[in-house]
């Protein structure tokens, strides 16, 4: 997660947690903006989005975060069920436009998220991201989050890159 140039602390940002066919592009956008991801993996997170506007939060699995500033939304989070599980959930995505990052986004992001996955019965919260080097800042972010270590799995995504996966308990 690089930070934004500006780290001025946000107001308050409103929430909006109903996906429009719009938020398609508008994940596209702020996936890609943040230099992260393969162009695959920005086409994951679109499909998603696709999916939950396809068959509904509750059919799809994918439930949706976004946060909106001066009418245009700027940051979102994916989170949902884990199938075959009681109460487990998943982080998907997280991504805050780079403009908009080091400002507390995503830890409001993230404290939204759990809000809500408690609220529906969900008592624990899986996250995974790469092991690699690039992804130190983002490790350190689930970690100032109460996030633990949970596993490592070696070459998962390719050779030399491993999958963490960090879980939370509620």
């Known amino acids: 997660m690089k930070k934004g140039t ?21 994940v596209r956008e702020i996936v890609a903006a943040t230099g992260y991801f393969t162009p695959s993996e920005v086409d994951v997170a679109v499909e998603l989005v696709q999916e939950n506007l396809a068959k509904g939060a509750a059919a799809s699995g994918y439930h949706f975060i976004f946060a909106e500033h001066g009418g245009k939304t700027i940051a979102y989070l994916c989170y949902g069920p884990i199938p075959c599980t009681v109460s487990s959930h998943n982080l998907y995505w997280i991504a805050v436009h780079p403009d908009f990052q080091g400002r507390g986004l995503g830890k409001a992001l993230m404290r939204e998220a759990e809000i809500r ?6 008592s624990r919260i899986y996250i995974d991201t790469s092991y690699k080097a690039q992804y130190e800042d983002t490790r350190a972010f689930y970690l100032s989050l109460g996030y633990e270590l949970d596993a490592l799995l070696k070459d998962f995504y ?8 960090y879980r939370k308990l509620l």
């Open 6 to 26: 500006n780290s001025e602390k946000l107001p308050e940002i409103p929430f909006r947690y109903d996906v429009r066919p719009e938020d398609g592009e508008t």
């Open 158 to 165: 390719s050779a030399g890159d491993d999958k963490v996966i």
């Open 117 to 122: 996955i408690r609220a529906a019965g969900g």
